[in-house]
């Protein structure tokens, strides 16, 4: 059974943490990058980046979970909705690139569309490295629930009447 100070331990800094995101995130993001080229020659580019995204963001999410943020485990369902709702906002950053180069040139080349893609690319991912670093795969949330310390018991005066209370006079009205 590990203690929270093993997992203090295998946690890597945040430079580290960058590094290895960086080479797994990146690495899927190239690759990503090839395959919505190859794919929007047969289906329209925003649904083949769509495709994309949902794998590339699975895969990436996984190989985050187990390697950049040192948790050495599968990714939890929990973490990959997480993990879902920041890789649709770098999809939305990604399309909105696209879709302003598309506006400002005619007929962008290959290259271009690229570097506009994997421009876009980085600055959602310098985004999501943050979210996915404090919130999804954050170690300071405990999972040993939280020690609450008893206060003093208060000892609560007592009130002596001066002559015993009459249960009949209760009940009369006025």
Known sequence: METAQDLRRAAPGALSAFTRFVLCGGGVGIASSFAVAALASWIPWILANALITVG???????????????????????????????????????????????????APGAVLEQVVYLSASALAGAARFAVLRLVVFARNRSQAPVAVRAARPLHAPVVRAAAPLDPAALCRTA
Do not use: D, K, P
């Open 56 to 106: 590339s963001t699975l895969l990436a999410t996984e190989l985050h979970a187990r390697f950049t943020f040192g948790t050495g485990g599968r990714a939890t369902l929990r973490q990959h909705a997480q993990s879902a709702g920041s890789a649709a906002a770098a999809y939305v950053v990604t399309c909105v690139a696209m879709l302003v180069l598309q506006r400002l040139a005619a």
